[in-house]
């Protein structure tokens, strides 16, 4: 009998002792540190994985915002779609609750990214002929953290500045802000010094996209634009050195001799590599621009979403093809608006008329794109045609280049024209760098008028950048920046009611929507409630 | 007989019906002469004053110590072995036949010789099953409360679990969602989801048939537990199958047929009054109206049903009612040396959804099972026996290609679309490109395979020849689920059809006719499950002391997920009881448990529980002088356990492909690294300090049985994201050993059991009462303490406090307002908590209650002469239900919802007095649907949660046809629903596929 207990208990052991030991401690399909900071990769393959994540931290742009671009928070478009979240920037309902367009998180998580790459990859035992290489990808990943920065105090004003630190959760992260200079500061000591380590201009094909000299200078020069404007320089005096900084930094840009303005406006956002682009937001390509923002009555073989509607204020910038505001031009024919406009309106709205996909856009009432009732469809009476092929004729969209414009090189005319204006007044130098955008644009005559005064030329480079830099999430910041959406944002926006009577057509213009802008403390954003509560040394901004 | 049974249990299912209409009918002559036999009399006439005569179950096996009590004389004795009994009777006189375990039968003395048959009753056993065996009622310390299979199979439900709702005090159930193959309910013991064993063996099993259960057993408090180890803290539902009993061949078939409904049904409006009210709505935005006196007129005559459609979606997509059937055999038998149990059991249950005659396949919701058990027990000495269990089920479901077919109903509004144009085709429009008709019928269809096999093997070695009471076992087991589907979905067109200048109809295309998929995806589901164990026990008494310790050791390896490594448990657990004479009882358990996902140095975990009980009623001060008190067991155990809820392997840091980039002019797609979210190599298992202190009585000649627990768990080391999760850190934070929950209640059932003559009958009340309260979880700084989430229940919901609405201007000028919203009358109006005359987040607080839940439950049974009668009613207390979003809120989704005939009591400057809803805005209103007290409702119910009602032939007429015994039976479930909130069902919520009402017939045979 004994033996029967021999068995079992044998049997027993043999179970516990067979199931031992087969199966991996950890799971070893699991990338960890070692792998990705490769103390043995001479190339540094997954390294450099790493850092061109960081790159995927920038700005999307385009309807990034629910489904709405930024400029449906400005006064150049309002959103098709009632109650989209974007409108809290136009209603009074942004708060720290509840900011659409809150970008904390996603800058500080490229921050850290930067971070970690900086301090591992000494790690990696790069041969000889990848040590340049791996300065560059250095330098960018510095470059990256930079522009982080930047977006993070574009809207909140000062935000804690980590250097070189990567967080642990041990860290004390009750951190506090620092102040808006210390953060400028270290974004333009940051640009500074790599400017010369990083990839100089322009760069081969297969490295398109990389953060070059030319980026770090751009965004020295916006910054210096911004912290010269009125928002950030209140008590600037007539030649005030801010804007002498900021023309300084715009030249050396184009000092460099190796960027144009690209021969068509049309092409240029669907360029992928062209003479103008700085830095852009790379993207794969596809038809989600055209899908979000075409006609809704487009929609069937293709998908048409009409997200955007752009606002009759804006349509109103858009001068005529002689270079003169509607109301003071000969050309303007006020029953038949859309004619004889800037060549850009053309690219960047659609208006009734217009040709697209085979067939003239309708937005008259009861039009196929303005049909009525409770679909989604534009508010204003246009559409927005930026950034999207040439479909006219086609019937479906083909995919194409949409990578988002951070920086190209008519921003950078336009940054220089407004400083040096700003410090020196309207010179010769003023005079071409708009003049150029202009000639490119296809006014005729693109000549501005002799003798502008200052403020004359001010209004000029505003209206310029205004027209040009549509739906490129500048107007947002500018109104901003000049500390004009007080006014610019408080009242209604309009749009064009275009009644068919019989075969002629009926212009009336309405209100849009009304906006509100409540000033000073919508000029920055509200740092998000959540984060102040969780780090009791955040300092919420003043008004929030 | 049972040839043809077999061949019936897998006839094709149109031929089910009629099989059930045959055996019905072949009822009906004998339910009439059923009636005739009332009061049974003896037929023969031997020596007056003595009867003789034999006992048995309903199978005809002699029972052995049955009381036959003559009720006249008050004379009494016992059967013997063979079932045999002698007493004196003289004609007239009454004879009661009772037995612990089945139901009492008076029979009035007509002769000398009288043999019966007793049928089993629900009665308790005194016995329950504990986690490693079972134990006695008598000396238990532990908290437990048990089912058997003749009540879960009272409810004509698919799974096992939903046959528990109501039945168990401490397990409570959920059932969120009714479609055949989904329709499990959740269940949870005391507020935590409990781990699951069948047969000693923790998987996770929903197929089983309630018919091939023994009985369903829930342990509770911590010494119940601990054994589990690392999986012991949330309570666990012990499901024991069948085994065969030495004994004559048993053989017990049962068809079932039920009819499905669903309990109701949201009432959407029809196309005029949506109409309407949109008009009404786009006014109060200050829009201009988009529907004409025209098109109204058109909605309300329907004299345009292509441009002006009028669906009723619900009507057009849904059956009222779908067919469920079920076919089991079982037998069960056995020798001296071998004992069997093999069950096959078929259920085939439908959905709800139409089809239609163009497509050769079915596009219904349908889930069809198959079962197949077999358990065997074989002595092969004295000393040695075998236990071998194996259990196989393939699970088959068909679904529609298209999803989401209930959310489609619930916000689709009856204009929306037409469902067919004029030319046939499918309507639809730029907004709604899902046709619900094309969803459900021309979508295709996807088949889901699932198939389990489970075997369990054990070996059990009595050394009383070493030691007496010792013994030794072991099991070794495994299960596997493989789960597989065949996608054959297609896409379908939709038009918008629209009159031309020709007077032709112009018809715009959306999306395309596909053709169907031939896809099939592999691996949907897969478990393994290998699991070893070694026990050793010893059970002994020593005159009055009694003794049992046990030593279970155990590993098992989890594989869950495709590619991830399996979970590996390991653990020893020891548990020793000890009893005076059934008077002073002391009980410690304790396991040592680790898993494969902690770090080397810190994945074992050492759990412990005591208990101690005192029977009062031993003691001879009771016993002596109170005769009512049969059993009054006072006990209390106090533990620690464990859960295991961790992740995968967190405590190392990862990186992983990161969402990619483009660079170059041929936008290269670049495969990138990025970090995992933070890791935590600190993260240890949750622990639990249980209290439980309860309370098992039994007064009146057993009549009456109480059992009431109190229990107060402390749940800390909860595993949570920390509250102070400042996003500048720039990853994910990783759960951590945080927070701390409080939960408490009480669980009490209460029974009295008794029989008027031949009448049977009992009522029991179950009461799970249970709170929960955060006491810690790393709160961030809260302005205000209304604010605060601690010390709230960790489902609280936080909102503002809605006070009605706005009636004038005046009053909204007087009133603090959310920031950027200018209300109007009939606007939601909140309270401004802190004064500062803005509505925002310091406004708000909670909203629920934190009292209790309770759920609660009436079960009543009776039983007279071959009639049974059970009922089950069960309901709950201080529940809500929080109701929003596009089931709840009119012309949601930019004003493309749907709207409901709630909305019709909305408020006007008309019906401001009686207004029970906020004025109507089409799409999102940020006053109104802000959270708020205001969508907050009352979720108490009650249901008829089961009936049945069923007829056992008399003994003698089965017999004549060679069966023991026929049983007829009718039994429904959800029968009537009483609440508050009677909109939608109470469970349920949302717009998912309702639960059922079931309404069931069927027959079982037994010989």
Known sequence: ?544 | MKRYLKKVMYLKPRHELLFLQLICLGLIPFSGLAQNSSVRKTQETLLSGTLKGIISDIYGEPLFGVTVLNKSKGEHTLTDRSGKYTITGEPGEILVFSLNGYLTKEVEVAGQNLNLSLTESTQTEKTFNSLYGPRKKSTSIQSYADIYSRELAQSPTVSYLNALTGRLPGLTTLQANGEPGNDFVGASIRGVAPQILVNGIPRDLTSIDPEEIESITILKDALSTVMLGQRSSGGVILIKTKQGEIGKQKVSFTAQRGIQSSTTIPKTLDAYNYASLFNEALRNDGKAEIYTQADLQAYKDGSDPIGHPNVDWYDEILKPSSIFSRYNLNTSGGGNNARYFVSVDYLNQDGLYKTSDENSYNTNVNYKRYLLRSNIDVDITKNLSVNLNLFGAIENGNYPGGGGIYGALATTPNNAYPIFNSNGSLGGNNDFQNNIWGLSTRSGYTLSYNRTITADLSLKRTLDDVLKGLFVKATLSFNTGLGDATNRTKTFAVYKQTPNAAGEYDYQKFKVDGVQNAGSSTNTAQNKNLYSEFQAGFDRSFQKHHVSALLNGNIQNVYVNGPNLPLDYKTLASSFSYDYDEKYMFEVAMSYSGLNRYLDNNRYGYFPAVGVAWNISKENFLKENVSWINNLKLRASYGKTGNANIGYFVYDQYYTDGVGYYFGTSATFAYTKTESSLANPNATWEKARKLNIGLDADFFNNTFNLTVDYYKNRFYDLMQQRGKSASIIGNTYPLENIGITDYRGLDLQATYRNHINNLNYFVSAIISAGSNKVIDQDEVFREYDWMKRTGQSGSQTFGYLADGFFQTIEEINASPKIAGYNPVPGDIKYRDLNGDQIINEFDVTALRSNKPMVYYSFNLGINYKGFDFSALLQGARNRTIYVSGTTEWEFQNNGLGQAFEHHLNRWTPATAGTATYPRLTVGSNVNNQASSSFWLRNGNYLRLKNVELGYTLPGSLSHKIGLSSIRVFANGLNLLTQSEFDRVDPETIGSIYPAQRVINMGINIKF
């Open chain 1, 1 to 544: 009998m004994k033996r029967y207990i021999y068995v079992i208990a044998l049997a027993a052991g043999c179970l516990a002792a067979c199931q031992k030991n087969d199966i991996e401690k950890t799971p070893l399909n699991q990338w960890t540190e070692e792998y990705v900071f490769d103390e043995k990769d001479s190339v540094g393959d997954f390294a450099k994985g790493f850092l061109i994540e960081t790159y995927s931290n920038l700005p999307t742009g385009f309807n990034r915002i629910g489904g709405n671009i930024l400029a449906s928070a400005s006064d150049d478009a309002i959103a098709s779609q009632t109650s989209s979240t974007i409108e809290r920037f136009t209603n009074g309902q942004i708060s720290p609750f509840n900011n659409p367009d809150d970008q904390w998180a996603k800058n500080y998580t490229g921050i850290r990214r930067a971070n970690i790459f900086l301090a591992n990859i000494g790690k990696v035992p790069f041969k000889q002929s990848m040590i340049t290489e791996k300065n560059y990808w250095i330098a960018e990943a510095r470059f990256l953290r930079a522009y982080f920065y930047f977006e993070l105090v574009k809207r909140y004003g000062g935000v804690p500045l980590l250097g070189d630190r990567v967080l642990t959760l041990n860290d004390d992260l009750s951190i506090p802000k620092n102040t808006l200079a210390q953060c400028v500061e270290y974004i333009l000591t940051e640009c500074d010094a790599i400017k010369g380590a990083l990839r100089k201009d322009p760069v081969s094909d297969a490295e398109l996209g990389r953060a070059t000299q030319a980026a770090a200078l751009a965004l020295k020069s916006r910054l210096l634009l911004y912290m010269a404007s009125p928002l950030y320089n209140a008590g600037a005096t007539a030649n005030d050195p801010k804007w002498k900084d900021a023309a300084d930094a715009a030249r050396e840009v184009m000092k460099l001799n190796v960027f144009s303005l690209h021969a068509s406006f049309g092409t240029l956002f669907t360029t992928r590599k062209n003479t103008e682009v700085i830095l852009a937001f790379q993207r794969a390509n596809g038809t989600d621009v055209e899908n979000n923002n075409t006609p809704v009555g487009y929609a069937g073989p293709v998908t048409a979403n009409g997200y955007t509607s752009p606002t009759q204020e804006l349509v109103d910038a858009f001068q005529m093809k002689d270079g003169k505001p509607y109301n003071q031009s000969a050309l303007y024919d006020p029953a038949n608006p859309y004619v004889n406009r800037d060549p850009r309106f053309y690219l960047t709205i659609f208006h009734n008329g217009l040709k697209w996909l085979n067939r003239n856009v309708e937005t008259f009432e009861g039009g196929k794109d303005k049909p009525g009732g409770i679909v989604t469809q534009t508010r204003t009476g246009y559409y927005m045609r930026k950034f999207m092929g040439d479909f006219t004729s086609s019937t479906v969209f083909s995919s194409q280049t949409h990578n988002f414009m951070l920086f190209r090189y008519a921003e950078i005319l336009l940054n220089f024209a407004e400083a040096q204006n700003e410090f020196s007044g309207p010179d010769a130098d003023v005079y071409k760098a708009i003049e150029d955008i202009r000639r490119r644009a296809g006014l005729v005559p693109f000549a501005l008028p002799l003798n502008l005064t200052k403020e004359q030329m001010r209004e000029i480079i505003r209206h310029e950048r205004r027209v040009e830099m549509a739906f490129e999430e500048q107007r947002f910041w500018d109104i901003r920046r000049w500390k004009i959406a007080e006014n610019v944002l408080n009242g209604s926006l309009h749009g064009m009611r275009i009644t068919k009577n019989g075969n002629a057509l009926v212009y009336e213009r309405y209100e849009a929507a009304k906006v509100s802008f409540s000033a000073p403390k919508m000029y920055s954003y509200p740092i998000p409630y959540t984060e102040i509560t969780k780090n009791r040394n955040l300092v919420q901004n003043t008004g929030w």
